[in-house]
């Protein structure tokens, strides 16, 4: 450690209270009984009359390994940061909020909240508690009831900023509908549904920054014009209605995060229907009233076994 | 940038706007509002538009979604079918439910305090019981204020077939309330003819001028609404948007398909409204409180509503829009299982009743809640009116958290503080 390079007793001495709280909050003697008392009602498998009730939002607060993983909401202890932890966030919410934990009996005292916050501050360290084996065997297999729609949020979420007020409110005044998926205006759905055909000209007004895109309407246009077109991040397309180019068509079918593309009565370029076979990546292809011939959609769907073809 | 001055779909509209001042107003001003939403949900807005279908008169649970086979003497003569989904059960007339169980959310464990119509349906309408000196806005209304429009002909919600004691704009502005659609066959009633919008619109700017004194000395918001009314009306009038209204264009084979009755008609106006954006359809069909002859009557009805619904749900999956439709198949209370001496009819039965949700980010194959053995009460995870309202509003991703303040001062939140059933979400 250079800190005892430096030979400065003083420094020392900080590094070594770091490296060993004395302060620490003792999760099994302090944290866990809080839980125990407040959160197992609903956050760990159990018979209720004669039925399985499994952990609500899927997050096993008995075991190190489920409160480190997660529900549905992903991670929410950030150690280290109380303030960035979902789970310290949803307890410090006041009174009647729709989000408080614990529901019924909410929220907890201030000084077990505050007790909670500074276990997460000081890493969120479990010592040698490891809780309910069964329920830490089950936290370790994949979450399956995360849905694509979930990973893919959360991973394009956490991969842009928020976009700023004056920004969206010059937004708001563009030939096209934006609406915030969430109230952290990182990720919008964008429609130019009903709008006139010189509205998508302001499609390019996304190019610096086409992360916060997740779902995107062209439906009804002719894109053939369209000459940018890089939404990386785009989960959902509507295509209904539209024709496009073969160069579109192209980077379309290479857009790995594309799970969803709608081609309700599209004309897609026939010359480039080769491109539709390699979109692996769908999860949902949609290709009624498309000009697509029959031959050709029963071969999408033999082809994208993963996905569901509709036609 | 300089581009979208050019492109403004109508800049009329919007000066207009100012005059209802603020972020209530419509249009642009609302949309701006909806996108700063502040909520600490995490939960991402799943669906866009949601189509409400609620039955008037009171579903009986025991005859639908929650069928209780092993007890005769409460199925009376309504046999069960299996459903696409293991262990759950419909009765035998829902078969196209039955095979598309697995894309159903079936609530089990709805209950209300209302166990007479009027309030009843007020409590599912507003969240709220019904005060004498108040009258609570709808959820579609609430969508309305929260939400805004997107298009700037049509409003943001429709209330198809729905009588006229149903809740509406309550203490929110008229311009909230659903436009009202009170017979699918004859459309958007009084459009009158495209040639003659010219004169219609000098006689309003005539009405303008008489009324220009007036307003300006008495001039009262109850008196803008009205104004602003007519504004909607003839926006509507002149757009090629009201098309929407007319049925009629769809193909004879989708009519078939949806049914020629009144909610067949009533649930494919619901999806050309979806597909022009409109937020918030509400299809209302009576005839369901079934205190005489319960079985005779639930045979013709069941039925209808089966046809209607498969064909919403199977077309909105051919365009693709099912993903982001938030279908909801409500009522205001269920019926007795105990069945009555009047030819096998069955009484109202707020303790337990059952309700669907579909599509818009839905979790398919689902059963929420259960009633006990005999469908009298509910054992676990029971619903309240104004869950099912937050629930539907979450999917929206619209904010429940938020206080929102009636002219008088009185504070309000979207959902009266009703727990959203996140659980049954993707």
Same mark, same amino acid.
Not at chain 1, 96 to 119: A, C, F, T, V
Not at chain 1, 196 to 205: D, I, N, V
């Given at each position: ?15 070594m ?18 839980f125990e ?6 956050h ?6 004669g039925?399985?009730k499994?952990?609500?939002?899927d997050?096993y607060?008995d ?14 202890i ?5 303030k ?9 919410l006041?009174?009647?909020h729709?989000?408080?934990?614990p529901?019924k009996n909410?929220?907890?005292k ?5 007790l909670i916050?500074d ?9 040698s508690?490891?809780?309910n084996q069964?329920?830490q ?8 009831r995360?849905?694509?729609?979930q990973?893919n ?26 609406e ?7 990720l ?8 006139a ?6 499609l ?10 997740f779902?995107l ?13 890089d ?22 079918s290479?857009?790995?995060s594309?799970?969803?593309?709608n081609?309700?009565?599209c004309s897609w370029?026939?010359s480039?229907?080769k491109?539709?076979?390699?979109m692996?990546?769908l999860e949902v292809?949609?290709?009624?009233e ?17 996905s569901?073809v509709?036609f | ?5 050019m492109i403004?779909?109508? $800049?009329?509209?919007?000066?207009? &706007?100012? %005059?209802?001042?603020? !972020?209530?107003?419509? =249009?642009?001003s609302?949309?701006a509002? *909806? ?17 409400y279908?609620f039955?008037?008169?009171g ?5 639908s ?13 309504m046999?069960?079918?299996a459903?696409s989904?293991d262990?759950?059960?419909f009765?035998?007339?829902l ?7 697995d894309?159903l959310?079936?609530i089990?464990?709805m ?31 609430w969508v ?9 002909? $049509?409003?943001s919600?429709?209330? &198809?077939? %729905?009588?006229?004691? !149903?809740?509406?704009? =309550?203490y929110?502005?008229p311009i909230h *309330? ?12 009084n ?6 919008l010219?004169?219609t ?5 005539q009405?303008?001028r008489f009324?220009r004194?007036?307003?300006?000395q008495?001039?009262s ?7 602003d009314?007519?504004r909607e ?21 989708t ?6 009755h009144?909610?067949?008609k ?7 409204l979806?597909?022009k ?10 005839g369901?409180?079934t ?7 639930l045979?013709?009805k ?5 046809q209607? !619904?498969?064909?919403l ?7 693709g ?10 009522t205001?209370?269920?019926r007795?299982?105990k069945?009555?001496?009047r030819?096998?009819g069955?009484?109202?039965?707020p ?12 979790r398919?194959g ?7 053995e ?5 054992l676990?995870?029971?619903?309240s ?11 929206l ?12 001062g009185r504070?309000f ?10 659980e049954?979400f993707?």
């Amino acid at each position: 450690m250079r800190f005892i390079i430096l030979k400065n007793n003083i420094i020392i001495l900080f590094w070594m209270i770091q490296a060993t709280p004395v302060f620490a909050v003792d999760f099994e003697k302090e944290i866990s009984p809080i839980f125990e008392d407040q959160c197992l009602k609903c956050h760990c498998d159990q018979m209720k009359n004669g039925k399985l009730k499994r952990a609500k939002a899927d997050f096993y607060m008995d075991s190190q390994l489920g409160l480190q993983k997660g529900g549905v909401s992903g991670v929410v202890i950030v150690p280290h940061s109380a303030k960035d932890s979902y789970l310290y966030e949803l307890i410090s919410l006041g009174t009647g909020h729709e989000d408080l934990m614990p529901p019924k009996n909410g929220p907890l005292k201030s000084s077990q909240i505050k007790l909670i916050g500074d276990w997460i501050d000081e890493g969120a360290e479990f010592g040698s508690w490891l809780g309910n084996q069964e329920a830490q065997l089950k936290s370790s297999q994949p979450n399956t009831r995360l849905s694509s729609f979930q990973k893919n949020f959360q991973n394009s979420s956490s991969n842009c900023e928020s976009i700023g007020k004056p920004r969206l409110e010059a937004m708001m005044n563009e030939p096209f509908l934006l609406e915030a998926m969430t109230s952290e205006n990182r990720l919008f759905s964008l429609s130019f549904r009903g709008y006139a055909q010189g509205a998508l000209k302001s499609l390019e007004l996304w190019e610096s920054d086409p992360q916060h895109i997740f779902r995107l309407d062209l439906s009804g246009h002719d894109l053939t014009p369209l000459k940018w077109f890089d939404f990386d991040q785009l989960f959902e397309l509507n295509l209904s209605h539209t024709t496009l180019s073969g160069h579109l068509a192209e980077k379309i079918s290479r857009m790995t995060s594309l799970k969803k593309l709608n081609l309700y009565a599209c004309s897609w370029p026939l010359s480039h229907f080769k491109a539709l076979v390699g979109m692996e990546q769908l999860e949902v292809l949609v290709l009624s009233e498309s000009n697509l011939s029959l031959a050709q959609r029963h071969e999408l769907r033999a082809t994208l076994s993963r996905s569901e073809v509709i036609f | 940038m300089t581009m979208s001055n050019m492109i403004h779909k109508d $800049l009329s509209r919007r000066e207009c &706007i100012g %005059g209802l001042g603020g !972020l209530a107003a419509l =249009g642009i001003s609302a949309k701006a509002e *909806a996108a700063y939403v502040k909520a600490p949900s995490r939960q991402p807005a799943t669906a866009r538009s949601v189509i409400y279908i609620f039955l008037g008169g009171g579903l009986s649970h025991v005859d639908s979604f929650d069928v209780k086979p092993e007890r005769p003497e409460i199925q009376g003569p309504m046999k069960s079918i299996a459903t696409s989904v293991d262990g759950l059960q419909f009765s035998e007339p829902l078969s196209l439910c039955a095979k598309m169980a697995d894309k159903l959310a079936v609530i089990h464990s709805m209950s209300t305090s209302q166990g007479a119509h009027e309030q009843g349906v007020y409590a599912m309408h507003t969240s709220e019981r019904m005060r004498s000196t108040l009258r609570h806005p709808s959820l579609s209304s609430w969508v309305s204020k929260v939400a805004g429009k997107r298009s700037d002909n $049509l409003p943001s919600s429709v209330l &198809i077939h %729905g009588p006229s004691r !149903l809740p509406d704009n =309550g203490y929110w502005d008229p311009i909230h *309330a659903p436009l009202r659609i009170q017979n699918v066959d004859r459309g958007l009633a009084n459009l009158g003819e495209k040639s003659n919008l010219n004169q219609t619109e000098q006689r309003y700017q005539q009405l303008q001028r008489f009324n220009r004194r007036f307003m300006d000395q008495f001039g009262s918001k109850e008196v803008d609404a009205y104004e602003d009314m007519y504004r909607e009306a003839l926006l509507l009038m002149k757009s090629e948007e009201s098309e929407v209204f007319d049925i009629s264009l769809e193909k004879t084979l989708t009519r078939e398909v949806y049914g020629q009755h009144r909610i067949g008609k009533a649930c494919l106006l619901a999806r050309r409204l979806v597909e022009k954006e409109v937020r918030f359809i509400e299809v209302y069909e009576g005839g369901w409180d079934t205190h005489a002859n319960n079985f005779d009557r639930l045979g013709e009805k069941l039925p209808q509503l089966d046809q209607a !619904l498969g064909a919403l749900v199977h077309d909105l999956t051919m365009r693709g829009l099912l993903d982001q439709t938030l279908i909801v198949l409500t009522t205001e209370f269920g019926r007795s299982p105990k069945l009555n001496n009047r030819d096998l009819g069955r009484d109202h039965h707020p303790a337990a009743f059952s309700s669907v949700l579909i599509g818009g980010g839905v979790r398919g194959g689902v059963v929420h809640g259960q009633t006990d053995e005999r469908g009298m009460e509910i054992l676990h995870d029971a619903v309240s009116p104004a869950d099912l309202n937050a629930t539907i509003a979450s999917a929206l991703g619209l904010p429940l958290s938020k206080t929102f303040t009636t002219d008088q001062g009185r504070p309000f939140r979207l959902a009266n503080d009703g727990k959203p059933l996140r659980e049954l979400f993707i």
